[in-house]
């Protein structure tokens, strides 16, 4: 079935080793359901099945884990793209997700020297004074390796694996059929939308390709943090920035996970996590524009209670429409008005076969468990996950900007505890919040809404003519057509296909009985076994069709 929908057989090996990985975690009856076991098997390739008591102890979520790591760099960074779906995936599956660590085997640093000089237009001993050859980092689309410029700085460079591109297009192409297929053959995951999931880990995918996205990303939140002392983002080296290549600035800092080492050089782990979540916030709902992974292994903590954030490779982007709709939904669970969030939810999901009454009396029992709480008391990461799971009890899915906020909500409100306990994000928020319900009500922000409106009002009313115009021409041309879009209604035509057919052999078996008894009595020359030929035949046309007809009518029968 897959191998039909692929455009070339360029992919079969890759296909291979797909099909491998998945026989080897189990799940080799959904590579026969896709297709993938029978279109090697037409071109030879043979497939063993290789499992181990190790794997056969494991958790449906920890093989599809590990299966994600062996099958390389796509597919780790589709699963960690799914960690961030907490809307649609059970705590269990984002908490194995999110253990998909970006680190793969390092490349020797002799294979990816001429990459590099052709990157840098020189020879690389050339450019720096020193470069490392051992690799800081390595992931599964790139590695680092320290270095120092002609003038002391110390700088790190992010270097794009050499042939990535033609294995990543590969991986590609085949999820996108099999995200298709998935839709077509499992109905019941079609909720999960996984071909818009194929196309945003797509665009996402394409974008880290591209190391010079990440260097813009970095630069955009620099300039937005530029007031805040406190947060230091590094530096970009343009001059040495392509799709293969960004050097920027090293952090000499103490990792985000090393918290002895903060208690030893004597910083408050209090003020951290305060002028952290300081900073994420301002990302969020001020700016727009935010880092969507700020877990701790992209922090480091610096002199002076400061803080560097790095790897800018997957950000996230709210609009002011969508920061506004953020602020009603708060504010209609402060304000207990539970059919107000519930009609934002299913706004934001585009679900429109959900039961109303339900998800509003399920809302107003989520809001009933946090009311009266005091803000300091509420932990975000619970509110977060219960929300996030009522919206999967509801089959509700988030857009995937929201889909990030709500992971980068969750990874910040884990950090700020994970460096102080009796960390509060609610009570961090609140003033960001205010500053957002102060602005929208200002005398400019409502003179700017009204002017819109009118805007728009004047618009639709000076259109009016035209359309119509354009209305009454397509009626007058016989060109208007109205779609009706039935559910199911293929499948009731297809019945009444069948019940017309076997009405109509009914109709024409009854017609050769009865013509064939006609036939009978009359005399004639033809006869077999002294009766009359034609008759007979008509009498065996008759049974055949009957014969027929009861086959139908039985088959018919075991499939509906």
Request: charged content about 25%.
């Amino acid at each position: 079935m897959l191998w039909e929908t692929l455009s070339a057989a360029r992919d079969i090996g890759r296909l291979y080793e797909i099909a491998t990985v998945l026989i080897r975690y189990g799940f080799g009856d959904i590579a026969r359901r896709l297709g993938i076991t029978g279109a090697l098997e037409r071109v030879g390739r043979t497939l063993r099945r290789s499992r181990h008591d190790a794997i056969d102890r494991m958790t449906s979520a920890e093989r599809v884990r590990h299966a994600l790591e062996d099958l390389g760099p796509t597919f780790v960074k589709l699963g960690q793209i799914l960690s961030t779906r907490v809307d649609l995936l059970a705590p269990d599956w984002i908490a194995e997700f999110e253990k998909l660590q970006d680190h793969a085997a390092a490349v020797p640093f002799d294979a990816i020297r001429a990459q590099l000089a052709a990157d840098l237009s020189a020879d690389p001993d050339s450019v720096f004074a020193e470069l490392d050859p051992a690799p800081l980092a390595a992931g599964s689309i790139a590695q680092v390796h320290r270095a120092r410029l002609p003038d002391g700085t110390a700088v790190v460079l992010k270097i794009r694996r050499p042939g990535i591109e033609s294995v990543v297009d590969a991986d590609l192409r085949i999820l996108r059929h099999l995200a298709e297929l998935v839709e077509r053959e499992w109905p019941v995951l079609r909720r999960y939308k996984p071909r818009a999931l194929v196309r945003q880990f797509e665009r996402s995918l394409r974008r880290e390709l591209d190391l010079r996205t990440e260097c813009r990303n970095a630069e955009r939140i620099a300039a937005n943090l530029a007031a805040d002392e406190n947060i230091v983002v590094p530096v970009i080296y343009w001059q040495w920035a392509t799709q293969r290549l960004n050097v920027q600035a090293y952090v000499d800092g103490i990792p985000g996970r090393e918290l002895a080492a903060v208690d030893e050089a004597g910083l408050d782990r209090r003020i951290l996590a305060q002028r952290g979540a300081n900073a994420v916030l301002q990302m969020v709902l001020a700016d727009g524009f935010f880092h969507a992974d700020p877990h701790p292994g992209n922090v480091f903590y610096l002199p002076g209670n400061r803080l560097a954030f790095i790897d800018f490779g997957m950000v996230g982007r709210l609009t002011g429409e969508r920061r506004d709709q953020l602020s009603d939904l708060l504010y209609s669970f402060a304000q207990r008005d539970s059919g107000r969030a519930a009609e934002l939810l299913v706004d934001w999901a585009d679900e429109p076969d959900v039961d109303m009454q339900s998800l509003g009396a399920d809302i107003e029992g989520f809001i009933d468990e946090f009311h009266g709480i005091p803000l300091d008391q509420i932990e975000v990461g619970r509110l977060l996950g219960d929300l996030t799971a009522l919206m999967r009890e509801h089959k509700l899915a988030l857009p995937s900007d929201l889909a990030l906020l709500f992971k980068a909500a969750i990874s910040l409100d884990g950090l700020g505890r994970m460096l102080d306990p009796d960390f509060d994000m609610v009570s961090a928020a609140r003033p960001f919040l205010e500053r957002i319900v102060r602005e929208r009500r200002s005398p400019r922000a409502l003179a700017k809404l009204g002017a819109t409106s009118l805007r728009e009002a004047i618009a639709l009313v000076a259109g009016l003519p035209r359309d119509l115009r354009h209305l009454l021409k397509a009626l007058d041309r016989g060109a208007m057509t109205v779609h009706v879009d039935v559910s199911h209604l293929d499948r009731v035509f297809e019945r009444m296909d069948r019940s017309v057919s076997r009405l109509t052999m009914g109709i024409v078996t009854a017609a050769l009985i009865i013509g064939s008894s006609i036939v009978m009595t009359v005399k004639t020359e033809s006869t077999w076994f002294g009766l009359p030929l034609f008759g007979l035949l008509g009498f065996v046309g008759a049974i055949v069709c009957g014969i027929w007809l009861l086959i139908s009518i039985v088959h018919s029968g075991y499939h509906d």
